[in-house]
C-alpha cells in the first residue's frame, strides 16, 4: 500500500512539474515570437525610411544636373528659352521651363526645373545673369 500512495505521490508531482515547463516553455515562445514581430517592425520602418531617403536625393541630383545642364546651354546660345520640355536623367524625369524675369530692375534668366524620381518630386527654382551682359 505504501508503494502505491509514493508512485502516485511522484506522478502528481511530475504533473505539476510538466506544467510549470510547460508554461515557462509556452512564455518564451510567446516572448519570443512577440519581440520577434517587433523587431521585424522596425527593421521594415528603417528599409522604407532608407528608401525615401535615396529616392529625394536622387530627385534632388536629378534637378540640380539639369539646372546646370541647362546653365551651360544658355551659356553656349544666350538666346535659349524653352517654355516647357522633359527630359530624362538617371532613371527619373525632369521637366523644365526657361525664361525671363525681372527682379528689382535686374533682367535675370529664370530656371525652374521639376525632378520627379519614383513617387518623390523636387522642384528647383535658380535666377542668373544673362550671359554677355555687364553690370554696373
Avoid: C, W
Amino acid at each position: 500500500m505504501e508503494e502505491i500512495n509514493i508512485t502516485k505521490k511522484y506522478k502528481i508531482k511530475g504533473f505539476f512539474v510538466a506544467k510549470y515547463i510547460m508554461f515557462f516553455v509556452l512564455g518564451g515562445m510567446v516572448t519570443y515570437g512577440i519581440s520577434n514581430i517587433n523587431q521585424n517592425s522596425t527593421i521594415n520602418q528603417g528599409t522604407q525610411n532608407s528608401v525615401d531617403i535615396f529616392a529625394n536625393s536622387r530627385a534632388q541630383v536629378i534637378a540640380n544636373s539639369m539646372v546646370d545642364i541647362l546653365l551651360m546651354r544658355i551659356s553656349d546660345d544666350p538666346t535659349y528659352r524653352e517654355t516647357r520640355a522633359t527630359e530624362d536623367h538617371f532613371g527619373g524625369k525632369a521637366t523644365y521651363i526657361v525664361k525671363d524675369a525681372f527682379i528689382e530692375n535686374d533682367s535675370l534668366i529664370e530656371i525652374t526645373v521639376i525632378a520627379k524620381f519614383k513617387d518623390v518630386k523636387t522642384i528647383v527654382i535658380r535666377y542668373t545673369e544673362k550671359p554677355g551682359e555687364i553690370k554696373e
